[in-house]
Nanobody, 126 residues
Framework: QVQLVEYGGGSVQAGGSLRLSCAAS???????MGWFRQAPGKEREGVAG???????RYADSVKGRFTISKDDAKNTLWLQMNSLKPEDTGMYYC?????????????????????WGQGTQVTVSS
């Protein structure tokens, strides 16, 4: 079972940028991975997902502002977040599944991954 550890959270003003990373203990080349976030009092929501074949999908709320990428040489997942808004505030989690199948294509942003990191806090102030 792969283990995931997120880094890079912090506090930033609206309009600023942050880059989150997720270090995996296994070889990410065979994994589907995703970023999720949860704001206080709200349900967890998918932000972006990337499949082992490099297919990428984003939530409408972050399209054009966030970029997900995966460096398989470093077994690391990234989330570059630009033009941050206060509504982007929340705990950000990465998640993974090895060799995800066609079910991922049906729900690429809110896929039900079996493995999760502990999360990293992002706070955007106005």
């Amino acid at each position: 079972q792969v283990q995931l550890v997120e880094y890079g959270g912090g506090s930033v003003q609206a309009g600023g940028s942050l880059r989150l990373s997720c270090a995996a203990s296994g070889y990410t080349s065979t994994y589907c991975m995703g970023w999720f976030r949860q704001a206080p009092g709200k349900e967890r929501e998918g932000v972006a997902g990337i499949k082992w074949d490099r297919s990428i999908r984003y939530a409408d709320s972050v399209k054009g502002r966030f970029t997900i990428s995966k460096d398989d040489a470093k077994n690391t997942l990234w989330l570059q977040m630009n033009s941050l808004k206060p509504e982007d505030t929340g705990m950000y989690y990465c998640a993974a599944e090895r060799w995800c199948g066609s079910l991922w294509d049906g729900s690429p942003v809110n896929y039900h991954y079996p493995t999760w990191g502990q999360g990293t806090q992002v706070t955007v102030s106005s």
